[in-house]
């Protein structure tokens, strides 16, 4: 199974700034990535994913993300934030055996 | 498309009850999970069914935990006795099999006081 480090547990940022999400994972092996949001009390909601081909991929509500396989690493970004992206950010990933590993969680917080 | 269902939302019991959640995946996916999310913590996957036969229940306590899966659509999730650190968010999500997408249900927490 992959192991999935989120670098960062917690991040404050402030209303319309620029915010990123380290995700680094095990294995350079073909895989499947995902980054999911968790609002408070909800379930998990798919934000963006990457399968093949582009290995930028951008959400419908402006993140994106960006699959470097030599580095293992597929971060997340938004170049300005709101209020309503406070949230808890989950990374995964899964391969060949379609199982999904999370990392730990990034919980992001956006002060007015 | 209806989303994945999960009932109840909210259940708390003492100690060494039992509890059972239920799941209602999306109609046509044949690959259902059961993650455990302990506050804090990200998903941890318990079980993996396809269809009504189970692929990898490798991480489910099975001292305590069981699970099922009957005619391959509904599943239930059974805790008995019920400890302390199974206090958690317990989420279904169905897939169809191809590793491309999961749909989450919106979980059932736990607290076992």
């Known amino acids: 199974a992959q192991s999935v480090t989120q670098l960062d547990s917690q991040v404050p940022v402030f209303e319309e700034a620029p915010v990123e999400l380290r995700c680094n994972y095990s294995s350079s092996v073909s895989v499947y990535l995902f980054w999911y949001v968790q609002y408070p009390n909800q379930g998990l909601q798919l934000l963006l994913k990457y399968l093949s081909g582009s290995t930028l991929v951008e959400s419908i509500n402006g993140f994106e993300a960006e699959f470097n396989k030599s580095q293992t690493s597929f971060h997340l970004r938004k170049p300005s934030v709101h209020i309503s992206d406070t949230a808890e950010y989950f990374c995964?990933?899964?391969?060949?055996?379609?199982?999904?590993?999370f990392g730990a969680g990034t919980t992001v917080t956006v002060r007015a | 498309e209806a989303g994945v269902a999960q009932s109840p939302r909210y259940k708390i019991i003492e100690k060494r009850q039992s509890v059972a959640f239920w799941c209602n995946p999306i109609s046509g996916h044949a690959t259902l999970y059961w993650y455990q999310q302990i506050l804090g913590q990200g998903p941890k996957l318990l079980i993996q069914f396809q269809n009504n036969g189970v692929v990898d229940d490798s991480q489910l306590p099975k001292d305590r935990f069981s699970a099922e899966r009957l005619k391959g659509v509904d599943s239930t999730l059974k805790i008995q006795p019920a400890k302390l650190e199974d206090s958690a968010v317990y989420l279904c999500?169905?897939?169809?099999?191809?590793?491309?997408?999961?749909?989450f249900g919106s979980g059932t927490r736990l607290t076992v006081v």
């Open positions: 999500a169905s897939s169809d099999g191809t590793g491309r997408g999961y749909t």
């Open positions: 995964a990933v899964s391969d060949y055996d379609y199982k999904l590993s």
